[in-house]
């Protein structure tokens, strides 16, 4: 398609299986529900048809094959496109490949199967367009059952695009998920009742979900990003992450950068971290294992345990209630100050020559300590309100 107008158009596709969106789709659909009632609710800017998202429709186990589709939209373009997809209802996928054009595919499904336009009871409107390098969909679909269809499980719109791998994207739907995948450049991505996946990016991305996971797999740049109910994965990552959720657990496995991870109401698990680490969590354990850097973790309520391979950093750790376990490397070198209803500094596993206890006060239920390893180049803090503080060596 090379016309620069404006065009408003129905599309209708034959899919088979597909497996990418398949892992969080059952555990998020009651979150799913929520979100478009309350986007859908407000109305979206700009769109001229309402979508009838169903939770329990499937689309996101289907492989959907282009062979398939009723009607393919291409856009041919020069450099590296800017993409901006936005639905009113529905989930967007994109892939980056080797490619000088753009891509959409568009499919639908209703009431369990996927339609054409002979069988489809409902209409589907999009209204697409380009200018220069700069493509936009805009568009939404309407069931049999009308604005309130969804609640039946009627219909449900997935756009897939695929493009150069260097195009930016901007993503927005009121109700379900995003992938994007071997995108290399700039990314916004939000939607109100899904996950967000990501998997071989980089670059700048901004994320944001009212209901769903967020999953980052083999990624470097810079992200930030928030869910308020859903669960926080990375895996194989290097760069900056800001991420937050407000109700979920965060894993991170093979990590590079520095990190900046919250939840309200979950555990952190960090798996073979290189670098600096900032972890909070209201109500929750937090659990470093093999660690090349720096950390600073706090929990209101759960315990922390943290083994350092490599000390290159400050260790400050607090729990309000919970215990307190630090394993250092035994040639680290470090000042420390522990402080609990019991602590334990077992200081013979060490190498260096001059280690020392500073000060000491033993009291029933509350119990301090400080001291020197080595040359004391780096801190170790360690506080519980109500529970033990260990600190050892590796063996």
Do not use: C
């Amino acid at each position: 398609m090379e016309n620069k107008m404006i065009q408003t158009m129905t599309r209708w596709v034959y899919p088979r299986e597909r497996s990418r969106f398949r892992r969080r789709w059952q555990r998020s659909a009651g979150l799913l529900l929520a979100g478009v009632f309350l986007t859908g609710l407000t109305g979206m800017t700009g769109l001229t048809a309402y979508a009838s998202v169903s939770p329990t429709s499937d689309v996101l186990d289907m492989e959907q094959d282009r062979s398939d589709a009723y009607q393919t939209d291409r856009f041919e373009v020069k450099g590296n496109p800017l993409v901006e997809v936005y639905l009113n209802g529905g989930s967007i996928e994109f892939e980056g490949r080797e490619t000088d054009e753009v891509v959409i595919d568009t499919f639908v499904r209703q009431d369990g199967r996927y339609v054409n336009q002979q069988n489809f009871e409902g209409k589907l409107k999009l209204e697409l367009s380009q200018n220069g390098d700069k493509i936009v969909l805009r568009g939404g679909v309407e069931g049999k059952k009308g604005w309130f269809g969804w609640f039946d499980g009627n219909t449900s719109l997935h756009i897939r695009v695929t493009g150069p791998a260097k195009s930016s994207v901007n993503f927005t739907t009121s109700g379900g998920e995003l992938e994007v995948k071997n995108l290399h450049s700039i990314a916004t991505l939000k939607t109100s009742g899904g996950d967000i996946d990501l998997e071989d990016v980089s670059g700048k991305f901004d994320l944001q979900t009212s209901g769903g996971s967020i999953d980052i797999e083999q990624a470097s740049g810079t992200f930030t990003g928030r869910t308020s109910g859903g669960s926080i994965d990375l895996e194989d990552t290097d760069g900056s992450f800001e991420l937050r959720t407000s109700g979920g657990s965060i894993d991170v496995e093979n990590a590079t950068g520095t990190y900046v991870l919250r939840t309200s109401g979950g555990s952190i698990d960090v798996d073979k971290g290189r670098g600096e680490f900032s972890l909070k969590t209201s109500a929750g354990n937090i659990d470093v294992d093999e660690l090349w850097g720096s950390v600073d973790a706090a929990t209101s309520a759960g315990n922390v345990d943290v083994k350092v391979m490599d000390l290159l950093g400050d260790i400050i750790l607090k729990t309000s209630a919970g215990n307190i376990d630090v394993y250092l490397p035994v040639d680290a070198e470090f000042s420390f100050e522990l402080k609990g209803m019991e602590t334990e500094a077992a200081l013979q596993g060490f190498s260096a020559s001059n280690v020392q206890i500073l000060q000491e006060e033993k009291k029933i239920m509350n119990q301090y300590v400080t001291g020197e390893v080595g040359g004391a180049v780096y801190k170790v803090n360690a506080r519980t309100s109500a529970g033990a503080v260990t600190l050892m060596s590796l063996d």
